[in-house]
């Protein structure tokens, strides 16, 4: 260990400035900005209430006509390439495209596409076919705490980096950050056309999930080793499937500290001793998949219609504990022991719940839920993204705050942000929540900024976003807060950088 | 007792020798650039002119016993002209070498009079691996101190353990023990010699050392030092000297914020007595910051109009044009002028941008001109009235400095042909003199990252040096070296004097061209 921390230095030294003295730079490099899919920036230090009041603005946007949808970007801080220091933001499109801008110039660095499935079937609501995994770079904090995955994966400082993907012909894609060229050969993975989720990577394994049967492929975790010793060769793939039911969210598998991977189940029938988990939270083992252990939701059969109560679950730290929020099918907020989960207790009964969410006769949840600590005295909140029907109306952000009362944890909540028509889950920065109001229709996105502890409006955009949004999740990165409209168009708002 | 008899003989060969009467002041380049204020403006320069500079040619070149280490190899020869030696006066190149060698040449012949290596002697062992940014060694370009009463000078060199030696420029002899200066194993850039004090910078933290402006007192022989808490002070001629004795230095990449006393992506204006005098950091200092875009570039320091004046640039590739009165105005932020980009459109902190020096001279009509050389691609938007076919490997770009409407901007007039990573200009009798290093510069493929820094790769990938002449006030080529140098140039510059143009090169080769039928 202290071998590699002197290397890195010394390779710090060779810089052409000779100066371990560099702007910090954050990354965004998966989905929820970490593979816990909090929604929280942790080391964003440049966006405050006060710069952005005085100082927030439309710094440039990006519209690409020819890609049908482009996904929520990842960014990558720094790169140090052969065409210089750049921040990146990293582009998916559902049309197998990957664009990527030089974040602080509003230049297209490059871009690539992959050729998709010949006879790709029509698209549906449930298989929308094209690239449907959101990709991945390995985050950094998994490479500082995985001394070995940075070793087999990615040089270290200064190494060249990759991002993952899948593109629609199910193949594993690892491209060069730096020019877009494919880091070794392709891998079939997937079948071909199949619904993938969002990929999370730690110590070395990617994991999605499969859904809906898109493709024919049946509802399943997938775990793919990148460790493989001989790059030509495939890498090896594990897969749990976990029967008919679908799996909540849009964030793909979560990540304990631990390494252990949570995943959510939909409606279905239940019957875990033939491996058939439906309204379940699975708990499993890193590389393995092996089931550690399961909550049962036991509300199932009333959720609301859509996608609503189908929320990607968050694990993070509270009072010395591992834990993780979900959201049970009729809108409650349960919180669970991540131990107790594994230890397999009665498999019902959370270590918290919160009152059934205020949503409207018809609504629901969506999406993910986004969660932070306040670094003054460590209250963790959680915000849960409300639709107030299927199609988003009447929408809000509810922001609760767990608290010990009479020796039990319980879920207060804090404040509502009403008035949103199909928000997206928020981020949480500098004590600050983003919030996008996605609208619909002639209804255009209107970016809001609010207190993250109370709820007061510090700023919004008003009427500048000239389309609805796409559904896709923000992204904060560098003082940046990038979102997309349904017109395939990239806004980037933030605190300007004279160039 | 040695140094008598060489006045002796010296004086009694100057009674014989027509030659050593002389009219004019010599044109001797007794420290890096030419001059305390880094003009690279050779004025004494009687030899060689706009007519006769096509008829250059290789006088000779000298491969000297020094190993590089990483990619230095040699540093720019120091020249001065009538040192009495046994055999006469002669003039003489001292020439350092990265393994702590220092040489003393006969510039009319090539022939080493002397040469000396300086033992380490520093209680850390001398540091190997560094890298090309931190090759240990010697590291530092000498300079040549004022001649005695009998002509005799002192020449002052930096070796890699960081002692300063004081050398007869006649025989390499120790005048004085060597001193303390700076840690063992830095990064040190030219010697600057003002009124009696020695000064150098220092940068990339080298060795473990931190960044800094360094003085030497001769009378005192002391050192004290002036820490900015900011970048890497690695413009290559060290810092420049204004005509009140006020050094200005470029910091490299680190945080500009006054409040906290660092002085990161700046200029500085630093007191003989080593105090901030004052500062000046680019509007977009922290874009620069983030981008790795050091100002990295030895600034020069020139009057003109009764002002006095300073410019420097950095790898972002502008040029800034300073009041020596106030760098940086009320604020800091503010030059008197800041250029377009000249070049690095791509924002790449290796292989693009200005690295090393600028120049500066003044022609018979009293046009002040401003000089800087770059490396990479010229800037799309950047077309001056002169050019001379593509760029894109690097060129010399030549500015004017004018008063309009009162105040003061630079104007673009030429810039030169393509040249492989041009290197800082210098200028004699109206000609510009600037060479291509042939250095590959990558620090960072698509596939290696930052691994292809290494000295091996950017070794192999390297090319060889051209020396180019060029109008100085058109920019036309008038002579070029071809392939007459070998091998590459990391971190060199020219050396010019009483007719002749030197460049070491990476093989340890000393070249000299002059005149045919000299």
């Known amino acids: 260990m202290k071998k590699t921390l002197r290397n890195s230095l010394a390779v710090l030294t060779l810089l052409a400035g000779g100066e371990a003295m560099f702007a910090q730079a954050i990354d965004w490099p998966t989905f929820g900005g ?20 005085k100082n927030f603005k439309l710094l440039w946007k990006m519209q690409q006509r020819g890609t049908p949808s482009l996904m929520a970007p990842l960014v990558l801080g720094r790169l140090i390439g052969y065409r210089g220091f750049k921040e990146l933001a990293f582009f998916g499109g559902s049309d197998d ?13 490059w871009q690539t596409k992959f050729v998709p499935p010949i006879n790709a079937p029509a698209p549906t609501a449930e298989c929308p076919g094209g690239m449907t995994a959101m990709p991945s770079l390995i985050p950094v904090s998994v490479r500082r705490s995985h001394p070995s995955t940075r070793k087999r994966f990615e040089a270290g400082f200064g190494g060249p980096r990759s991002i993952y993907l899948i593109s629609s012909d199910g193949m594993l894609r690892r491209v060069n950050v730096a020019n877009g060229n494919e880091s070794g050969m392709p891998f079939q993975i997937f079948p071909a056309n199949s619904r993938v989720s969002a990929l999370n990577i730690d110590e070395g394994m990617i994991y999605a999930t499969t859904s809906h049967g898109c493709g024919g492929a049946g509802n399943g975790v997938w775990g793919i080793d990148l460790a493989t010793p001989d790059p030509s060769t495939a890498p090896e793939v594990t897969t749990l499937m976990t029967g008919p039911a679908n799996y909540a969210g849009i964030g793909g598998p979560v990540i304990g500290k631990d390494g252990d991977v949570f995943v959510q189940t939909l409606d279905g029938p239940n019957d875990p001793a033939n491996g058939k988990y439906s309204n379940a939270l699975l708990a499993l083992e890193p590389k393995t998949l092996a089931v550690k252990g399961y909550f049962i939701d036991s509300s199932s059969g009333s959720a609301p219609k859509g996608d609503l109560n189908s929320v990607t679950p968050v694990t993070f730290e509270y009072k010395d504990h591992e834990v993780i929020a979900s959201v049970s099918r009729d809108g409650h907020l349960n919180l669970l022991d991540e131990k107790s989960l594994a230890a397999q207790g009665d498999h019902k009964t959370p270590l918290a719940q919160s009152p059934r969410i205020p949503t409207g006769n018809d609504g629901g949840l969506w999406g993910s839920l986004t969660t932070w600590a306040d670094p003054a005295d460590k209250t963790r909140y959680i915000l849960a993204t409300v639709w107030g029907n299927a199609s988003g109306r009447n929408g809000s952000i509810a922001a609760y705050k767990l608290e010990e009362k009479d020796g039990k944890t319980v879920f207060t909540p804090v404040w509502t942000m009403p008035n949103l028509i199909r928000p997206v889950p928020p981020v949480v920065i500098g004590g600050l929540a983003f919030v996008l109001s996605s609208g619909e229709g002639r209804k255009n996105a209107v970016l809001h900024v609010v207190d993250s502890l109370t709820g007061t409006p510090v700023w919004s955009t008003k009427n500048e976003i000239t389309a609805p949004g796409n559904l896709t999740p923000l992204t904060v990165a560098n003082g940046r807060v990038y979102l997309v409209t349904a017109d395939s168009t990239v806004w980037v708002f933030g605190l300007p ?3 | 007792m040695r140094s008598t008899h060489i006045f002796a003989v010296a004086a009694a060969a100057a009674l014989i020798s027509p030659l050593l009467v002389v009219a004019s002041p010599p044109a001797d380049w007794l420290t890096d650039g030419g001059d305390p204020q880094r003009t690279g403006w050779q004025r004494n320069e009687t030899i060689l002119n706009k007519d006769n500079v096509k008829n250059l040619k290789l006088r000779w070149k000298v491969k000297l016993d020094n190993e590089p280490r990483e990619m230095h190899s040699l540093f720019p020869p120091m020249i001065a002209s009538g040192i009495p030696t046994h055999d006469g006066f002669k003039e003489i190149a001292i020439e350092a070498g990265s393994s702590d060698n220092i040489y003393g040449i006969d510039t009319a012949t090539g022939k080493v009079l002397w040469e000396k290596h300086f033992t380490y002697k520093a209680e850390k062992p001398q540091r190997k691996g560094g890298g090309p940014l931190c090759p240990a060694g010697l590291v530092v370009t000498p300079t040549i101190g004022l001649p005695g009463p009998e002509g005799q000078r002192t020449a002052y060199a930096v070796s890699g353990d960081g002692r300063m030696h004081f050398l007869n420029v006649a025989d390499g002899e120790d005048v004085q023990p060597p001193a303390d200066f700076m840690p063992p194993n830095g990064k040190a850039y030219s010697l600057n010699l003002w009124k009696n004090v020695l000064y150098s910078t220092t940068a990339q933290s080298c060795g473990g050392n931190p960044n800094m402006v360094y003085a030497f007192d001769l009378a005192t022989r002391k050192m004290t030092r002036y820490n900015p808490k900011g970048g890497g002070l690695w413009g290559r001629s060290g810092a420049a000297i204004g005509f009140d004795g006020t050094l200005y230095a470029p910091t490299g ?15 500085i204006a630093v007191n003989p007595n080593m105090t901030l005098k004052d500062y000046y950091a680019p509007s977009n200092a922290a874009f620069m910051w983030k981008r790795d875009l050091d100002m990295q570039v030895t600034p020069t320091v020139f009057k003109y109009k009764d002002h006095e004046f300073v410019v420097s640039s950095s790898k972002e590739c502008r040029i800034w044009l300073m009041d020596a009165k106030s760098i940086g105005g009320a604020d800091h932020r503010t030059p008197l002028y800041r250029t377009p980009q000249l070049c690095n459109e791509d924002i790449n902190f290796a292989a693009a941008g200005v690295w090393g020096s600028m120049a500066t001279w003044e022609d018979a009509k009293g046009t002040r001109w401003v000089l800087t050389s770059f490396w990479g691609p010229v800037h799309s938007q950047f077309k001056p009235p002169l050019s001379y076919g593509p760029v894109t490997r690097g060129a010399v770009v030549a500015h004017k400095v004018e008063e309009i409407d009162g105040k003061f901007v630079l104007t673009p007039v030429w810039i030169s042909h393509d040249m492989d990573m041009a290197e800082p200009p210098i200028i004699a009798n109206g000609v510009v003199y600037a060479y291509g290093s042939g250095e590959s510069n990558v620090q960072a493929t698509p596939e290696l990252g930052l691994a292809a820094n290494s000295s091996a790769i950017r070794i192999k990938n390297s090319t060889h040096a051209i020396i180019y002449a060029f109008d100085g006030e058109t920019g036309k080529e008038l002579w070029s070296s071809g392939d007459a140098i070998s091998t590459f140039v990391h971190f060199g510059a020219l050396s010019i004097a009483n007719g002749h143009i030197y460049l070491g090169a990476f093989d340890s080769t000393l070249y000299s061209f002059g005149l045919k039928g000299e």
């Open chain 1, 34 to 53: 970490d593979i816990e899919r909090s929604g929280q920036g942790k080391s964003e230090i440049k966006i405050t209430k006060d710069e952005v009041t």
């Open chain 1, 97 to 109: 495209s990957l664009y990527v801008m030089d974040a602080d110039m509003d230049r297209l660095y």
């Open chain 1, 497 to 499: 950088l004279e160039l």
């Open chain 2, 253 to 267: 990449d680190g945080q500009f914020d006054p409040a906290a006393e660092r002085y990161g992506e700046a200029i």
